[in-house]
């Protein structure tokens, strides 16, 4: 069943975001699609669309010159509504379309065929789409050609995804973790909103592999980051920063709910039993809240002092940023 905006938006936003695809820049593998399309099917335009919550945004396109338009014109937001094809064969003809600027206006879009590109989970992230500026109409092995390049399309968005994932944890990779902390710490600060971070550390987890073995090591960090990520929303963010260092990024959250979640995520993982071994497994915290104008690798600094002055203070504890510190209090 799909997941598209008749149904759940939010969590197929969600998934959409999971991506970190969104204005990316142009990458071969999605170009070489669109050119098969506009080649096989002979029209002058062609793309891979992502539906946002208000744009369409074009990963990949020909014959288009802008790299979005408003979802409220998007055809592609129609095709991510069926569980096939779309087909408009005139869109003057068709009361769904025939006032929309995209039609009245350039590119004089006339006919349309796309197929929705729908993630393993289900969620209808865009399309694959052929458009003409003159009425046409579209063979079944067309039809099918649109399918299986709609398939490859999330072929790639599954590959692309998992080489920004840690193996061992399922947290992401560091490059992807910071690259999607900017855009939040970005987004956040268009709306007014405050974003804080954590900075954490297993615990002695050097004396865990020493006595337990390196095998129940890795059970201990996957633990940890299921643990971690069970006790966050679907909006934070968790990267795994190096051997047992993670990072998580708290969009809409000031500092005082920055520690009231670090505090819960604490006992989490105190309470944590490691397969039969029962290991016992603590974390230190450093906490910090953006400044204005901050960047998120200076806000992740800050956090980071404050994790060495956590673990300097008898570790299995959260310590705030000075900065954060004294903000908050003012």
Same mark, same amino acid.
């Given at each position: 069943?799909?997941?598209?905006?008749?149904?759940?938006?939010?969590?197929?936003? $969600? +998934?959409?975001?999971?991506?970190?695809?969104?204005?990316?820049?142009?990458?071969?593998?999605?170009?070489?699609?669109?050119? !098969?399309?506009?080649?096989?099917?002979?029209?002058?335009?062609?793309?891979?669309?992502?539906?946002? #919550?208000?744009? $369409?945004?074009?990963?990949?396109?020909? /014959?288009?010159?802008?790299?979005?338009?408003?979802?409220?014109?998007?055809?592609?937001?129609?095709?991510?509504?069926?569980?096939?094809?779309?087909?408009?064969?005139?869109?003057? $003809?068709?009361? &769904?379309?025939?006032?929309?600027?995209?039609?009245?206006?350039? %590119?004089?879009?006339?006919?349309?065929?796309?197929? %929705?590109?729908?993630?393993? *989970?289900?969620?209808?992230?865009?399309?694959?789409?052929?458009? #003409?500026?003159? %009425?046409?109409?579209?063979?079944?092995?067309?039809?099918?050609?649109?399918?299986?390049?709609?398939?490859?399309?999330?072929? $790639?968005?599954?590959?692309?995804? =998992?080489?920004?994932?840690?193996?061992?944890?399922?947290?992401? &990779?560091?490059?992807?973790?910071?690259?999607?902390?900017?855009?939040?710490?970005?987004?956040?600060?268009?709306?007014?909103?405050?974003?804080?971070?954590?900075? !954490?550390?297993?615990?002695?987890?050097?004396?865990?592999?020493?006595?337990?073995?390196? *095998?129940?090591?890795?059970?201990?960090?996957?633990?940890?980051?299921?643990? =971690?990520?069970?006790?966050?929303?679907? @909006?934070?963010?968790?990267?795994?920063?190096?051997?047992?260092?993670?990072?998580?990024? =708290? %969009?809409?959250?000031?500092?005082?709910?920055?520690?009231?979640?670090?505090? &819960?995520?604490? /006992?989490?993982?105190?309470?944590?039993?490691?397969?039969?071994?029962?290991?016992?497994?603590?974390?230190?915290?450093?906490?910090?809240?953006?400044?204005?104008?901050?960047? +998120?690798?200076?806000?992740?600094?800050?956090?980071? @002092?404050?994790?060495?002055?956590?673990? &300097?203070?008898?570790?299995?504890? !959260?310590?705030?940023?000075? !900065?954060? @510190?004294?903000?908050?209090?003012?």
């Amino acid at each position: 069943m799909l997941l598209s905006s008749d149904t759940n938006e939010d969590l197929r936003l $969600q +998934v959409l975001r999971r991506y970190d695809i969104l204005d990316t820049a142009p990458e071969e593998t999605f170009d070489r699609l669109t050119r !098969i399309v506009a080649a096989a099917l002979r029209v002058p335009i062609a793309a891979v669309t992502l539906v946002d #919550d208000h744009r $369409q945004w074009f990963k990949s396109r020909i /014959g288009l010159a802008a790299t979005e338009t408003p979802r409220s014109a998007s055809f592609c937001a129609h095709t991510m509504l069926e569980h096939g094809a779309m087909v408009v064969t005139d869109a003057t $003809q068709d009361l &769904r379309f025939d006032s929309n600027p995209l039609v009245v206006g350039d %590119p004089h879009i006339r006919f349309y065929a796309g197929y %929705p590109v729908v993630s393993s *989970d289900g969620a209808a992230l865009g399309a694959v789409c052929a458009i #003409d500026t003159a %009425p046409r109409d579209i063979s079944q092995q067309e039809l099918g050609l649109l399918k299986d390049l709609a398939a490859l399309v999330n072929e $790639q968005l599954e590959l692309r995804h =998992l080489a920004s994932i840690d193996g061992l944890t399922g947290a992401l &990779r560091r490059k992807t973790f910071f690259d999607m902390c900017e855009r939040e710490l970005l987004l956040g600060r268009r709306s007014k909103s405050a974003s804080s971070c954590l900075m !954490i550390d297993a615990d002695h987890f050097k004396s865990i592999n020493d006595k337990y073995g390196h *095998d129940v090591g890795d059970q201990v960090l996957k633990a940890l980051v299921d643990t =971690l990520k069970s006790g966050l929303r679907a @909006t934070d963010i968790v990267g795994r920063l190096g051997g047992e260092e993670f990072g998580i990024f =708290l %969009p809409c959250t000031d500092l005082a709910g920055c520690v009231d979640v670090a505090e &819960r995520l604490r /006992g989490m993982v105190e309470g944590l039993a490691i397969a039969t071994a029962r290991v016992p497994v603590t974390i230190s915290m450093g906490a910090a809240e953006a400044m204005s104008g901050e960047d +998120v690798l200076s806000v992740f600094h800050r956090a980071d @002092t404050a994790l060495l002055n956590a673990k &300097r203070s008898g570790r299995n504890r !959260i310590v705030t940023d000075c !900065i954060s @510190t004294t903000r908050a209090a003012v």
